[in-house]
């Protein structure tokens, strides 16, 4: 038994001393490379140059659209509602009867007035021919100056009855035109507030509806003190003022269910002074309404068009945001990322205008942004930028 391990032992060290030849000799090959580590190429990326162009500058606000009248129809007689002539919430033409009180005492009143002044001009021609008698005869020396002082005296009092008596019948007649409520404007009405045989005027109810004009329609809205500053800059510059601007500046409101600003009006008022406590300038724009697509409360948004100037563009996916800020990514002559903190403009299309942080020469980058680290090298792509689009009316 001893002899057959023996035997096996013997056996298995030869082709283990081999193995381990071998291996030395691979190690001391091993031993005589060089090891070095070779860097990955930097990051390619799309760059451009910003786009040069002439664009529109808007001013862009919220505001509120506001009827342009708005008024109470109340009774200014006393009587009983006799008839109502429209359905709730109608639109009317100036000048629809809208609320008939009962017109017989008024034209009864009238005529009273109507006799009253018919009897105070009988009694001025008798006093006016009294006087005329009067003065013949005190010419003559048969009357005396007492009876010429009395007759002018009464023909005075005559005359001044027969004024008394018009007036009296101008009142009647303004009253009996009180019994009938008419639409002062055309508008739309709303619901009543009595009803058919009910005692208004006086110390009884006076409203009897509303009516709300609907076309035109105004818009208010608010600019910064910022966007203040800069456009009577602007108006300094044309030597432009505020009255003759009026009525001539478009504006621009959109509803936020609609896309873009498809409704069109002008600029018809600018309050005198800046809020201290908002620090913001109240404006005005009036708008055609014939749907009427816009109504009063709407919460709008608005833009006004500035004066076309020269800016600078890149695509909207080129801006990037952080706690500092906006900001785009540019790559310099060295091939290295450098960050540019810039103030935006409007949106143009797909571009982004930038009023400030970037050089027109800058190459800026617009695709494989997530490889673009600052300081870091990158192997920039330059492409040819494309112009903005036309804005299509009615874009954002």
């Not at 008024?106 to 018919?118: D, G, W």
């Amino acid at each position: 038994m001893r002899c057959v391990l023996k035997d096996l032992l013997r056996a298995a060290e030869t082709p283990l001393l081999v193995l381990a030849g071998t291996g030395m000799l691979m190690l001391l090959a091993a031993c005589g490379q060089e090891n070095r580590f070779i860097p990955p190429p930097p990051p390619k990326v799309t760059v451009q140059l910003p786009v040069q162009q002439t664009v529109t500058p808007y001013l862009q606000a919220t505001g509120n659209a506001a009827s342009v009248n708005t008024v109470k129809l109340v009774a200014r007689v006393q009587g009983y509602v006799q008839e109502i002539k429209y359905q709730d919430g109608s639109a009317v033409k100036k000048g629809t009867p809208l609320f008939v009180i009962e017109p017989e005492p008024y034209k009864v009143q009238l005529e009273q007035a109507q006799a009253a002044e018919e009897g105070a001009k009988a009694t001025l021609i008798n006093a006016e021919a009294e006087f005329t008698r009067q003065q013949e005869l005190q010419s003559k020396d048969v009357s005396t100056q007492a009876n010429l002082d009395k007759a002018r005296a009464n023909r005075d009092t005559a005359r001044a009855n027969v004024l008394q008596a018009q007036a009296n019948v101008q009142t009647a007649e303004i009253n009996l035109g009180y019994t009938t409520v008419s639409a002062p404007f055309d508008g739309v009405v709303t619901a009543r507030k009595v009803s058919v045989g009910e005692l208004v005027g006086g110390d009884h109810t006076s409203e009897l509806a509303s009516i709300v004009q609907l076309d035109p329609i105004w818009v208010w809205f608010n600019l910064s003190e910022r966007d203040v500053q800069r456009v009577r800059a602007q108006m300094a510059e044309r030597g432009v003022t505020v009255a003759e601007v009026i009525n001539k500046v478009p504006v621009e409101a959109g509803l936020q269910t609609e896309s873009g600003y498809p409704h069109k009006g002008l600029l018809d008022y600018v309050s005198p002074d800046v809020n201290q406590s908002t620090g913001t300038l109240q404006v005005r724009g009036i708008f055609e309404n014939p749907a009427p697509a816009l109504l009063p409360g709407y919460f709008v948004r608005v833009r006004v068009p500035l004066r076309a100037e020269q800016a600078l563009l890149v695509p909207e996916v080129a801006v990037g945001a952080d706690q500092a800020g906006r900001y785009v990514l540019v790559v310099n002559a060295e091939g290295i990322v450098e960050q540019r903190r810039v103030q935006l403009g409007q949106t143009t299309g797909e571009m982004r205008v930038i009023d400030s942080g970037l050089k027109p020469d800058e190459r800026v980058v617009v695709a494989g942004i997530l490889d673009a680290v600052p300081g870091q090298k990158v192997d920039p792509q330059l492409q040819t930028p494309k112009s903005a689009a036309a804005e299509p009316a009615g874009s954002n």
